[in-house]
């Protein structure tokens, strides 16, 4: 784990919100005043340069393609624009295997926390709340033939032969990751993930083992229940129960790197840019198997800095 990856983890958990934002911001404004030399030392690359480094590091082996992604970490080297990315990645996908992107809702950043906004603010409608995981995902989620699943906080974009599999059974799946739900049908699917411009930090189908072990999973959480309405994009309303869990312990994304076997979880920069590339079944499996031996990505006190261990009694 680098310094930084260190320090980021230190403050997400240990600094009151209004701190972490303030120096989020100077971050930010320190980094926006570097462009021009991050620029000069890492080079610049355009969308065909971008197409041609996938076409070599990720290919084509692959049923899914699921996209993490983020223009602000790719700027300033990367110089083309969302819509650019968007129609490269498409291509790159092509019309026989499925695209895959978040399209995630988490409430309100003004109150920051996802249960309290939907019991203030209970109506989910796909086709008008926005995605908050970048400007590509609300593009490509408002695009001609995309689906769209119904939840309101993990929705999932996808366009492709897989697309109605994949975004269908998500309201009626009775969890937000586990069995019947988009991150279940690509962890049976042969699915490739990839971040651009993000770490495997981001990568949610770590969430997939949560939910199909439930209350067998090997940390202690609490549960909490709040009624959503969901409209869907024919403008019906259902009637939906948002279940969220949130675990005791915080968790650690990097211990990822321990969990995994480094074959299953590659890393890389592309002028420094930031890329990861890992396969769901991959995910899946790797987490399903360390929590059998109570080993997980959350951390007590007592274990911080190490793989948690836990022997599933709390």
């Given at each position: 784990m680098s310094l930084f990856e260190t320090l980021s983890g230190l403050a997400v958990r240990h600094l009151p919100r209004e701190r972490l934002l303030q120096l989020r911001r100077?971050?930010?404004?320190?980094?926006?005043?570097?462009?021009?030399?991050?620029a000069a030392i890492h080079g610049h690359f355009g969308v065909s340069e971008l197409r041609a480094h996938l076409e070599e590091k990720v290919g084509h082996d692959y049923?899914?393609?699921?996209?993490?992604?983020?223009?602000?970490?790719?700027?300033?080297?990367?110089?083309?624009?969302?819509?650019g990315l968007l129609r490269m990645l498409e291509d790159f996908v092509g019309p026989e295997r499925t695209l895959v992107m978040p399209a995630?809702?988490?409430?309100?950043?003004?109150?920051?926390?996802?249960?309290?906004?939907?019991r203030r603010s209970p109506v989910f409608d796909v086709r008008r709340t926005p995605s908050q995981m970048g400007v590509?995902?609300?593009?490509?989620?408002?695009?001609?033939?995309?689906?769209?699943?119904?939840?309101?906080?993990h929705r999932i974009a996808a366009r492709g032969?897989?697309?109605?599999e994949i975004t269908a059974g998500h309201m009626s799946a009775g969890s937000t990751f586990g069995r019947g739900t988009p991150f279940d049908v690509m962890a049976r699917h042969d699915t490739c993930i990839i971040g651009i411009g993000k770490p495997f930090e981001v990568l949610t189908q770590v969430h997939h083992v949560e939910d199909l072990l439930a209350e067998a999973f090997p940390v202690p959480g609490k549960l909490?229940?709040?009624?959503?309405?969901?409209?869907?994009?024919?403008?019906?309303?259902?009637?939906?129960e948002l279940r969220w869990r949130k675990y005791d312990w915080p968790r650690n994304m990097w211990l990822l790197r321990e969990l995994m076997a480094a074959e299953k979880l590659s890393e890389w920069r592309f002028h420094h840019v930031p890329l990861f590339m890992t396969r769901a079944s991959d995910v899946t499996e790797s987490l399903l198997q360390a929590a059998e031996m109570g080993k997980t990505l959350y951390q007590n006190q007592e274990t911080r800095g190490q793989v948690c261990?836990?022997?599933g009694s709390a």
């Open positions: 100077i971050y930010q404004g320190t980094r926006a005043r570097l462009n021009p030399l991050m049923e899914i393609l699921m996209v993490h992604s983020s223009m602000n970490h790719m700027l300033p080297m990367f110089t083309g624009d969302a819509m995630f809702y988490l409430g309100d950043p003004q109150i920051n926390d996802v249960v309290e906004s939907f590509m995902t609300e593009l490509f989620r408002r695009g001609k033939g995309v689906a769209q699943s119904l939840h309101p906080t032969p897989l697309a109605q909490s229940q709040v009624p959503v309405t969901l409209r869907d994009s024919g403008k019906v309303e259902h009637a939906f261990v836990s022997d």
